[in-house]
């Protein structure tokens, strides 16, 4: 970890090895974020950080009675559902179901049971925190309260980007479940519409933070930041539901085939975990209440855990926070990206990545190929290296590899 104290008005802590490390675009962000007036103390910048819109991927900012929509990110409570099992997981591909291989099956039924992409549900799905929401009265925010009937037809589903459903093995041979999702379209139409309030009341206000800097931010304590919070706050609720409710479809798969197939039918599960990685919370810290904004990043308080993947293909990691307060209890949420989508297709060859993730026996449901180079292994930084920079903010304490992988 190094610190940058000559770029801002404000220290910035960054869990590189070097400043040669840093890419211009994520600094320059960094240091709009130092010269936050607002801005508690430091900016933490994580092994995995990268450029985002407004704010680093992979960044901390802790503010003082300020809440910033792009500093939370577009898809509010993404995040990460992990299960651990004892099954030995080289079952996958030595059962024979009799029309393929276990693992085949299983990801099949996944893709059939789980929507992917822009894909959303034929139908409503129960959902208790859509139900229970009583949206703030702002006529402001009156064209959000069709995006909660929407809300309904995508729980349960996945997306795309770098949304994924895997199956792993640890180092034991053990298999593991992991669920990549967030808010979906829900979260993006929340953060789009408060940003722009932010920005017509930044304006109205003559706000010291550049327009340009796409930062507009809301006082917490005023009616229009009390409604974001409430609706962010509903958003990161509906994530972990949607993660919840893919994870008990997974998990129900992939239980039901082991039983039937392998004739494995008492599956303890070990550790469990549904975390975000793109939220706002209010915490204490350095002696204040403030508003705490990790998009990219996860809490790492003391013995707390947490999930950090990399590229499909490669390892993901379960680690222990150490509640360091430098980093105001955070760490990586991943290994983050080396390169943009765009620069990784026209680097990679579609064929190319798929070939690869057979050479590793790793099996891929993807319904559209294309652009599955978007994210290739390659794209992405060694998630091995980013664990490495960042020991003294948290323990990992089991490793993964892909056995399979369900991408949007």
């Keep these: 970890m190094f610190v940058l104290r000559d770029a801002g008005n404000k220290p910035i802590k960054v869990w590189l090895p070097d400043r040669s490390d840093l890419d211009s675009a994520c600094m320059e962000q960094a240091v709009n974020l130092s010269n936050l007036p607002f801005a508690l103390r430091h900016i933490v910048l994580l092994p995995d950080c990268h450029m985002g819109y407004g704010m680093p991927i992979g960044g901390v900012l802790a503010a003082e009675n300020q809440i910033i929509p792009n ?32 693992v085949d099956r299983i990801v099949g039924d996944i893709m059939r049971a789980v929507p992917t992409g822009f894909n959303h549900q034929k139908t409503p799905q129960k959902s208790a925190i859509l139900d229970d929401f009583r949206p703030p009265t702002n006529p402001r925010m009156a064209a959000l309260e069709k995006e909660i009937e929407r809300g309904y037809y995508q729980l349960g589903t996945l997306g795309g980007g770098n949304h994924f459903i895997e199956l792993q093995t640890d180092d034991e041979g053990k298999l593991g479940i992991m669920v990549h999702s967030g808010s979906r379209n829900l979260g993006l139409q929340i953060c789009r519409a408060f940003d722009k309030i932010a ?59 082991l039983s039937k197939y392998a004739k494995i039918d008492d599956i303890p599960i070990g550790i469990e975990i549904n975390a975000h990685h793109n939220y706002a919370a ?15 990043a996860i809490r790492a308080r003391q013995d707390e855990y947490g999930i950090i993947p990399g ?6 990691y379960i680690v ?28 990679f060859d579609a064929q190319e990545v798929v070939e690869d993730l057979k050479a590793q026996n790793v099996t891929l449901g993807k319904r559209r190929r294309r652009d599955v180079a978007e994210e290739a292994r390659w794209a992405y930084k060694d998630v091995n290296e980013v664990i490495e920079q960042q020991l003294d903010l948290m323990e990992p304490v089991l490793r993964l590899r892909t056995a399979a992988v369900v991408k949007g």
């Design 199 to 257: 920005r017509d009341i930044n304006a109205k206000e003559s706000s010291p933070v550049p327009r340009r800097w796409q930062l507009a931010h809301l006082a917490t304590d005023s009616p229009t930041g009390k409604a974001y919070i409430e609706w962010m706050n509903m958003a990161l609720a509906f994530a972990k539901e949607n993660r919840h409710l893919m994870m008990e479809r997974v998990k129900t798969i992939v239980f039901e085939h």
């Design 282 to 296: 209010l915490e204490n810290h350095y002696g204040k209440d403030v508003w705490v904004h990790r998009k990219g």
């Design 71 to 102: 500093a939370v990110g577009n898809d509010i409570g993404c995040g990460i559902a992990f299960i651990h099992t004892d099954v030995p997981a080289s079952v996958l591909n030595e059962v024979d179901t009799g029309s393929g291989k276990l």
């Design 311 to 316: 590229a499909m293909g490669s390892y993901s």
């Design 320 to 347: 222990k926070g150490k509640g360091n307060p430098k980093s105001f209890h955070s760490c990586s949420h991943g290994a983050g990206r080396a390169m943009s989508r765009k620069e990784a297709l026209r680097r």
